[in-house]
């Protein structure tokens, strides 16, 4: 299996790149301090086709396929992962989820905002007692005529203080389970809507995550996306795709952290030579590249199935599941071998490996995708040999 990428996607790989070196890199430190990113940043990241890249150009997006997106999230995520979860999210999770379930109205009305960044999205599915079992949702939404009475708390959602719009999961028919949960497109100015407490987070700390207050909002019938009671099948879905986002979260922490220590190896010396001339340094460094080119081709595995339109979302949590323990692994080890250094802020590599924890957690914790694998396997599911 061979992977050439086309020019467009050097292109963006290139574009992204610059991007996180030449803009993000100047005030990662501080932003990570201050638990802030600027509007400034965000507006960039749409004007440079970021924030829409897999949205069809029909809509003002950048029409790119997923292994485009995973050459961005990669390079992002090697400077700075709260830049790429923001991306992420808007693009996994709610661009995608609306362009490919919505109604053309919706389409019209939303997607060419986000597209440009001038509107960001976050989506609303854990709650306090709803995170690994997304069945158990407290959220309400009771229909009256024309519209919906939204009623919940949603944690942990990322971009919302920023979020103009929110893709809410909600229970319209407590009596069916699962089947009676449905998703529901929702503005931040409506009445009722209410953004909560800011998470104080051990990574990712520029990236803000509140709790979400729905207070008897008032929501057009117009805005859910499907039918009644496909709520639960579209965050199923929709989190597929958004596993390859974090995967690649992942596989860039990964890779920024081993940059780093390559780099620091030739630098530093011990003992009359670099450092990465011991062989102590230089099998770690052995390590560490070895599985990042392994997590990177599972990521790029489960795009291209996503693109061609075959069945990706086993190959999307085994992504998931070995890039974020490769990131675990590598950032630690990253760290090591600066020494005392990497203890430090100012040499990077201690952000990184706080970011790294949360690629086994969000989208689905790591226990979680192991069960998504082990029953698609006992189901005799097995991915596809590709060339």
């Known amino acids: 299996m061979q992977f050439r990428f086309t020019e467009e996607q050097e292109m963006i790989r290139q574009a992204a790149r610059d991007f996180a070196q030449n803009e993000l890199l100047p005030g990662v430190i501080e932003r990570d301090e201050t638990q802030h990113f600027p509007d400034a940043l965000v507006r960039r990241m749409g004007e440079l086709g970021f924030l829409g890249l897999m949205v069809s150009p029909e809509y003002g997006g950048a029409g790119m396929d997923t292994v485009s997106y995973v050459l961005l999230m990669e390079e992002l995520s090697k400077v700075d992962a709260s ?28 997607l060419p905002r986000l597209a440009r960044g001038e509107l960001v999205g976050s989506f609303c599915l854990s709650e306090p007692e709803a995170g690994s079992d997304a069945t158990q949702q407290r959220t309400i939404a009771v229909r009256k005529g024309d519209f919906y009475i939204l009623s919940g708390t949603k944690n942990w959602i990322t971009n919302a203080g920023r979020a103009g719009l929110y893709l809410v999961v909600a229970q319209t028919d407590p009596s069916k389970g699962s089947r009676g949960i449905s998703v ?13 407490k800011k998470e104080d987070k051990l990574g990712i700390r520029g990236s803000d995550t509140h709790t979400m207050i729905f207070n008897d909002v008032k929501v057009p019938v117009e805005n859910r996306i499907g039918e009644e009671g496909f709520g639960f099948k579209f965050a199923m879905k929709t989190l597929d795709g958004g596993r390859i986002g ?138 596809l040999l590709v060339g």
């Not at 923001?86 to 989820?97: D, R």
């Not at 362009?99 to 019209?108: N, V, W």
């Not at 596989?251 to 009359?272: D, H, K, N, P, V």
């Open 83 to 110: 830049a790429s979860v923001i991306v992420s999210v808007q693009n996994s999770l709610v661009n995608w989820g609306i362009e490919t379930f919505g109604t053309e109205a919706q389409k019209q009305r939303y």
């Open 184 to 196: 529901f497109i929702v503005e931040r100015e409506w009445e009722g809507v209410i953004v909560g």
């Open 246 to 383: 974090i995967a690649s979260q992942a596989l860039g922490i990964a890779s920024g952290a081993y940059e780093l220590a390559l780099r620091y190896s030739t630098q530093r010396r011990a003992f009359g030579v670099p450092i990465g001339k011991h062989q102590a340094v230089a099998f770690k460094l052995a390590q560490m590249a070895t599985q990042i080119e392994a997590a990177r081709l599972l990521c790029l595995r489960a795009a291209r199935a996503k693109d061609r339109g075959e069945p990706y979302g086993l190959l999307a949590s085994m992504a998931k599941l070995y890039a974020s323990r490769v990131a675990m692994f590598v950032a630690p080890e990253a760290i090591q071998v600066h020494g005392g250094y990497g203890y430090v802020k100012e040499y990077h590599v201690e952000r990184l490996f706080r970011d790294a924890k949360i690629t086994e957690i969000y989208e689905g914790t790591s226990e979680i995708q192991r069960i998504v694998i082990s029953r698609a396997l006992s189901k005799g599911e097995a991915p």
